[in-house]
C-alpha cells in the first residue's frame, strides 16, 4: 500500500496525474490522456524502443554528472543533521525537511550560517 502512496505522489509531484481524495473514495485523474494513446500500435512499438533506449542513456549521463557534482557545505551539514535524527530514532520525513529548510531561510540567507545552526542543533 505505501508503495502504491509514493508512486502516486511521484505521479503527482510530476503533473502526470491529478488526485482527489473524498470522503467514500477518490478521483485519480490521468493528466493528457490522449497522449498516452496510440492510435497505430506497430510504430508506436518501434519507437517505444527508441525511445527507451535513447532515454535510458540520457537518463544515466543527467544521474552522472549529479553523483559526481561535489556537494555543498550546507548540503553536507543537511545530510548529517538527517544521520543525527535517524540515530535518535526520529527520522525527517520530506515535509519536515522542508518545513526546516523554510526555517532556515526565514533565519537567514547565507549558508555557512544556517550550516552553523544545524551544527547546533546536532550538538544539543
Known amino acids: 500500500m505505501q508503495s502504491i502512496r509514493t508512486s502516486l505522489k511521484k ?3 510530476s503533473q502526470c496525474v491529478t488526485n482527489k481524495s473524498y470522503t467514500k473514495y477518490r478521483l485519480i485523474k490521468v493528466n493528457n490522456w ?3 494513446q496510440d492510435t497505430n500500435k506497430q510504430t508506436n ?6 525511445q527507451q533506449t535513447t532515454n535510458s542513456i ?5 544521474l552522472k554528472k ?6 555543498t557545505e550546507f ?6 543533521f538527517k544521520k543525527h535524527r535517524k540515530l535518535l530514532k526520529s527520522p525527517m520525513t520530506e515535509l519536515a525537511e522542508k518545513k526546516l529548510l523554510k526555517k ?5 540567507s547565507c549558508d555557512d550560517e544556517k550550516v552553523l ?3 547546533a542543533s546536532i550538538e544539543n
Open 11 to 13: 505521479l503527482e509531484k
Open 45 to 50: 512499438k518501434q519507437l517505444t524502443n527508441k
Open 75 to 80: 548540503e553536507i551539514a543537511i545530510d548529517e
Open 34 to 36: 490522449s497522449q498516452y
Open 117 to 119: 545552526v544545524l551544527e
Open 104 to 108: 532556515l531561510e526565514k533565519i537567514t
Open 58 to 62: 540520457q537518463e544515466c549521463k543527467e
Open 66 to 71: 549529479v553523483k559526481n557534482k561535489p556537494k
